[in-house]
């Protein structure tokens, strides 16, 4: 039996132009929006979203691309911009009732989330961000032998063909190995959800593939146009992270004081499946962002 968010019923919704996200929906308030990362689904938020849908209508979609969510060809770099995806957002948020909701992302999740806010200041009322870097910041760290971390997302950007190819030849053994090198506490991830997770990356390498991919180009010149026209995140954000600054060499806070002068940026000792190892610790920061 596929695993679920206990007491969330699942829609189908329209995104930004057409494409249908399945959306996990629960409770009632005032709105949350959830966003997962990879190689992940909506069920990254199982212990999360019900204790905040206790007082809060909260939002789980599959990004587009991911889950069960329509996976569209990658026509043109934009079918899976950061842009696109945020868009979708916004868009599945207000067929839910929610023109302004709070959003907190997680991996790929918080890229679109962060997108969501330059894009959409005035629906977008509070940020999260979780164990990300926004795009062009991550580009600009990666540097020789230490880029090694991120192999993957050169693999993924990529032109189309060899990279799609090479994954779906391994995808359990792709997509597992980062299920199992990114996380401090494998029981955080139980057998079901873990093969709930391979089962749908398994059935999406093309998407998530343009996803990735879009991060290398398309997504990096948005990053530059806003830096260049000193656009910044003014809603109430929170940053969660690993310490990648200790390990990569660079001052994660500075980088996102850049794109969110008020941000809380906070460092915890965790694997990067925080909302799965720690739930409590990440519901306990989520509330305090709402309450700001």
């Known amino acids: 039996m596929e695993p679920t968010i206990p007491g969330f019923r699942h829609e189908r919704v329209p995104g930004a132009d057409g494409v249908l996200l399945d959306v996990a929906v629960g409770g009632s308030g005032s709105p949350v929006v959830l966003l997962h990362g990879f190689p992940q689904t909506h069920l990254m938020w199982r212990h999360v979203a019900p204790d905040l849908a206790r007082d809060h209508l909260v939002i789980c979609p599959d990004l587009r ?6 996976k569209p060809a990658a026509a043109d770099p934009s079918v899976y911009s950061k842009r696109t995806m945020a868009a979708d ?3 599945v948020a207000r067929h839910l009732g929610a023109d302004r909701f709070a959003l907190a992302g997680h991996d790929r999740g918080a890229l679109v989330a962060i997108r969501a806010g330059l894009d959409h200041p005035t629906a977008v009322t509070h940020l999260a961000s979780l164990d990300v870097l926004p795009t062009l910041d991550m580009w600009d760290i990666l540097h020789g032998v230490d880029a090694s971390v991120a192999f993957h997302l050169y693999l993924m950007a990529q032109p189309p063909g060899l990279p799609e190819r090479m994954i779906e030849g391994s995808s359990d053994e792709f997509f597992g190995y980062f299920l199992d090198a990114w996380s401090r506490h494998p029981d955080a991830i139980p057998p079901d959800v873990r093969a709930a997770y391979l089962r749908a990356s398994r059935e999406a390498v093309p998407s998530i593939v343009a996803d990735y991919r879009a991060s290398a180009g398309i997504d990096l010149e948005h990053d530059r146009a806003d830096r260049a026209a000193g656009r910044v995140l003014g809603m109430p954000v929170t940053v969660v992270q690993q310490d990648w600054g200790a390990a990569l060499g660079y001052d994660a806070a500075a980088i996102w004081k850049a794109w969110a002068p ?9 694997g990067h499946f925080m909302a799965e190892e720690a739930p409590a610790d990440i519901v306990g920061i989520l509330r305090g962002l709402l309450s700001r």
């Open 262 to 270: 008020g941000v809380e940026h906070l460092t915890l000792d965790l």
């Open 89 to 91: 957002v916004v868009a």
């Open 65 to 70: 691309g991911y889950g069960a969510s329509d």
